[in-house]
C-alpha cells in the first residue's frame, strides 16, 4: 500500500470515528448518565437525515439543513421523552429495549408510508465541494468539515458536563438521583433536557452524513450497533471515552477494511481474498470490545466519580 492511500484512509477512519462520535455523545448521555437503553437513537438520526435532504431540496441552503436537521430531532425527541421515555425511567432495561425497539419499527415504517422505500441523496455544499491539500495529498473539504464538527461537539459537551452548574448536576443526577431531587433540582426536566440533547446531537450526526451515504429506511441500524460498541469500549457514561473510543473504532474499521484482504491475498487467491477479507474486516470492532471487556471490563476510558 502506497503512503498517500494510507493517509489518506487514516483520515478517513477519523472522519467515520468523528461521525460516530456525534452519536454516542448523545447516547452515552442518554444510557450511562440516565441509564436508559435508548435503541431508537439510530431513528433519531434517520429523522435528522431526512429533514436535512427535504430542508436541503427545499430551500438549497446546507446551514439550514443541518438547523432543520438538528430541530426536527430535537422535537421528536423531545415528543418521545415526554409521551414515552419518562414513563419507563423506573422500569427495568428489558422494557427500555421492547419499547425503543418497537419504536425503531414504527418510525422505519412510517418513513416508507410517507417517502417511499427509495433513498433520498444529499449534494455536498458547494463551498465544500473542494479538496483541501494536506501534506501533499488532496483530501475532500467537506469530510475536513465533519471533523471540525465533531471536534467542536467533543470541546462543547466537555465544558457542559464539567464547567457550567448543569454539568455539575447531571454529574450529581447520575450519582444520586434522589439526593439531588431533594435539594430541590426538577430531575424530570434535567433527564428530558438531557434526552433532547442527544436527540439534537443525533440529528447533527444525520444531517452531516446525509452527503455522504443515502438516506433511506432503516439507516440508522447498522450505525447504531456500531455506536453501542464505542460506547463501551470508551466507558459508559465517560463522554471522553466516547470521542477517544470513536477514533479508534474509526480507524480500526477503516484501516482493516482496506488492509485486511491485501494481506490475505499474499496468502490466498485474489478472489478468496476479496470475499473474506472484508467479512473478516467487519469483525474487527467486536473483537476489539471483546479484548476490552476481558482486560478492562469498565471501558478504557471510564468516566470519573465524585
Not at 418497537?102 to 455536498?124: A, D, I, S, T
Not at 441500524?221 to 455506536?227: A, K, Q, R
Not at 480507524?251 to 478472489?271: F, H, K
Request: glycine content about 12%; hydrophobic content about 60%; cysteine-free.
Amino acid at each position: 500500500m502506497s503512503a498517500s492511500l494510507l493517509f489518506v484512509q487514516l483520515l478517513n477512519g477519523l472522519q467515520y470515528g468523528v461521525l460516530l462520535f456525534l452519536l454516542a455523545a448523545g447516547l452515552t448521555l442518554v444510557f450511562g448518565i440516565m441509564s436508559f437503553v435508548n435503541l431508537a437513537h439510530g431513528s433519531l438520526y434517520m429523522v435528522g437525515a431526512y429533514a436535512a435532504a427535504l430542508a436541503y431540496a427545499a430551500s438549497g441552503s446546507f446551514a439550514l439543513a443541518v438547523l432543520a436537521a438538528m430541530g426536527a430531532a430535537l422535537a421528536v425527541g423531545l415528543l418521545l421523552e415526554v409521551a414515552i421515555v419518562s414513563r419507563l425511567y423506573r422500569r427495568d432495561h428489558l422494557d427500555h429495549v421492547l419499547a425503543t425497539f418497537g419504536l425503531v419499527m414504527f418510525f422505519n415504517e412510517l418513513v416508507r408510508l410517507v417517502w417511499g422505500p427509495q433513498p433520498l441523496f444529499v449534494q455536498v455544499p458547494e463551498v465544500l465541494a473542494g479538496t483541501v491539500q494536506v501534506f501533499g495529498f488532496n483530501y475532500p473539504s467537506y469530510r475536513f468539515a465533519i471533523i471540525a464538527v465533531g471536534l467542536l461537539v467533543a470541546i462543547g459537551s466537555y465544558w457542559l458536563i464539567n464547567k457550567t452548574r448543569v454539568g455539575m448536576l447531571i454529574r450529581a443526577g447520575a450519582q444520586n438521583p434522589q439526593l439531588v431531587g431533594a435539594l430541590g433540582v426538577n430531575i424530570g426536566l434535567l433527564n428530558a433536557m438531557l434526552f433532547g440533547v442527544g436527540a439534537m446531537l443525533a440529528g447533527l450526526a444525520g444531517a452531516m452524513a446525509g452527503p455522504l451515504l443515502s438516506v433511506q429506511s432503516g439507516m440508522g441500524e447498522p450505525v447504531l450497533i456500531t455506536t453501542l460498541v464505542v460506547i463501551v469500549i470508551g466507558g459508559i457514561g465517560s463522554v471522553n471515552g466516547a470521542l477517544y473510543a470513536a477514533l479508534i473504532v474509526g480507524v480500526v474499521d477503516t484501516l482493516g477494511r482496506v488492509l485486511l484482504p491485501l494481506l490475505m491475498r499474499q496468502v490466498a487467491e485474489r478472489s478468496v481474498a476479496d470475499a473474506a477479507g472484508p467479512a473478516l474486516a467487519s469483525m474487527l470492532v467486536y473483537l476489539l470490545m471483546a479484548l476490552v471487556l476481558a482486560l478492562r471490563p469498565q471501558g478504557l476510558f471510564p468516566a470519573r466519580r465524585g
